[in-house]
């Protein structure tokens, strides 16, 4: 069935790095824009990142630039997030999620993976 | 950035009776809003695109109005399975969520 997968969450400390691994299947992976979304405990969802169909374009947020990097392996139908020089602020729990069309809404999400930031 | 302020932020709304959930954008977003359903330990879950188009399997008893700036999701005869915290979404300039709405049992 339509499927994605997280993994790769853990305790990190402050200033460290950690990569985070979505595993998709049940649909064309190769035809999909895929997003990776946040979600603070107790909080509401933050845009973290996109990556189009061919992992050519790549965006985003302020929050994460320059420390957050998004890439695809498209042979093995994986998205992946590399986060360095976290922060106590990047804790929360990581949604990937693939886009319904081209920049539309986010229609498949995966169950998440936990990130914590703590000394 | 696009700021969405969702109201209220927490509804009581009786079983078999009907919800509206308001969604109010910074800026247009012309008819690029989405809407979420998310139940505790789990993932949001895509219950309304472009404004007013039903995701697949989403039952006709949701839906979703509006345009530009203020937008309204309606839930009628409310089911046990529909309390739960509602987000909004636009992706018009690139994305940015509401704070939820918690829609209560009263």
């Known amino acids: 069935q339509v499927q994605l997968v997280e993994s790769g969450g853990g305790l990190v400390q402050p200033g460290g790095s950690l990569r985070l691994s979505c595993a998709a299947s049940?649909?064309?992976?190769?035809?999909?824009?895929m997003h990776w979304v946040r979600q603070a405990p107790g909080k509401g969802l933050e845009w973290v990142t996109l990556i189009s169909h061919d992992g050519i374009t790549k965006f985003y947020a302020d929050s994460v630039k320059g420390r957050f990097t998004i890439s695809r392996d498209n042979s093995k139908n994986t998205l992946y997030l590399q986060l360095n020089s976290l922060r106590v602020e990047d804790t929360a729990v990581y949604y990937c999620?693939?886009?319904?069309?081209?920049?539309?809404?986010?229609?498949?999400w995966g169950q998440g993976t936990m990130v914590t930031v703590s000394s | 950035e696009v700021v969405m302020t969702q109201s209220p932020a927490t509804l009581a709304v009786s079983p078999g009776e009907s919800a509206t959930l308001s969604c109010r954008a910074s800026?247009?977003?012309?008819?690029?809003l989405a809407w979420y359903q998310q139940k505790p330990g789990h993932p949001p879950r895509l219950l309304i695109y472009g404004t007013s188009t039903r995701a697949t399997g989403i039952p006709a008893r949701f839906s979703g109005s509006g345009s530009g700036t203020e937008f309204t999701l309606t839930i009628s005869s409310l089911q046990s399975e529909d309390f739960a915290v509602y987000f909004c979404?636009?992706?018009?300039?690139?994305?940015?969520f509401g704070q939820g709405t918690k829609l209560e049992i009263k």
């Open positions: 999620a693939r886009e319904l069309g081209s920049r539309e809404a986010l229609d498949i």
């Open positions: 049940g649909f064309t992976f190769t035809s999909s824009g």
């Open positions: 800026q247009s977003v012309g008819s690029r």
């Open positions: 979404q636009q992706y018009e300039i690139w994305y940015t």
